[in-house]
């Protein structure tokens, strides 16, 4: 069955500190991915996108994921985070067959120190 | 400005009272969802339309109906509401194309007792 999985359900950081948010997806087919936003009491944001092309994207708040074919593999990057970066991460994969299928991972969520 | 509208956003109600949450989007898509969240289990589809006139049931439709009369109106109708519906709802719409992405509601955070 199609799935998936973030491993982190709740990651804790400081400021400033580096930050990875791993996702794994479950699927046979060529897919779209994606990572969306949900900042606390607010609805999904697209934080960036991939389709084709170059493996690596960045999107908005200098936020990149990196597409590893080989190991099913999405995972959210940022260099140094910010308090305002406290939100939950959702990862979410459309098969490229079936634009009416979105299937989200569980979420990380995301608290961070100041 | 592109949005994708739901009310309420907030709704309290008991236990088999007839319920509608409306969604409406101004972007033209020809393709909306309902999904709900739960803690620990992300965000699961419930029904989408890929035209007016055209529904069909997501991973969790039971307990849930819904109507596409319009492109851009998407409700989705609880007849009887029941406790374990108690969620917050999004509706997104969309292209119908893989590589667009969704926009979503803001929410509707339903309270069933």
């Known amino acids: 069955a199609q799935s998936v999985s973030q491993h982190n359900h709740h990651v804790i950081l400081s400021e400033a500190a580096s930050l990875e948010l791993g996702c794994n997806y479950s699927?046979?087919?060529?897919?779209?991915l994606f990572w969306y936003v949900q900042y606390p009491g607010q609805h999904l944001q697209l934080l960036l996108k991939?389709?084709?092309?170059?493996?690596l994207v960045k999107g908005i708040k200098g936020f990149e994921a990196e597409f590893i074919k080989s190991k099913f593999s999405f995972n959210l990057r940022k260099p140094s985070v910010q308090w305002s970066d406290t939100a939950e991460y959702f990862c979410?994969?459309?098969?490229?067959?079936?634009?009416?299928?979105?299937?989200f991972g569980s979420g990380t969520r995301l608290s961070i120190r100041p | 400005e592109a949005q994708v509208t739901q009310n309420p956003r907030y709704l309290i109600t008991v236990t088999g009272k007839k319920l509608t949450v409306t969604c409406s989007q101004n972007?033209?898509?020809?393709?909306m969802s309902w999904y709900r969240q739960d803690p620990g289990l992300g965000l699961r589809q419930i029904y989408y339309s890929m035209n007016v006139e055209v529904t069909d049931k997501g991973d969790v439709p039971e307990g849930y109906k819904v109507s596409r009369k319009e492109k851009r109106n998407f409700p989705l109708i609880l007849e009887s509401p029941s406790p374990n519906q108690t969620s917050l709802y999004f509706c997104?719409?969309?292209?119908?194309?893989?590589?667009?992405?969704?926009?979503f509601g803001s929410g509707t955070r339903l309270t069933v007792v």
């Open positions: 991939y389709f084709s092309g170059d493996p």
């Open positions: 997104a719409s969309g292209t119908g194309f893989s590589d667009y992405g969704y926009t």
């Open positions: 972007m033209n898509h020809e393709y």
């Open positions: 979410a994969v459309i098969p490229y067959s079936s634009a009416s299928k979105i299937i």
């Open positions: 699927y046979g087919g060529t897919v779209n």
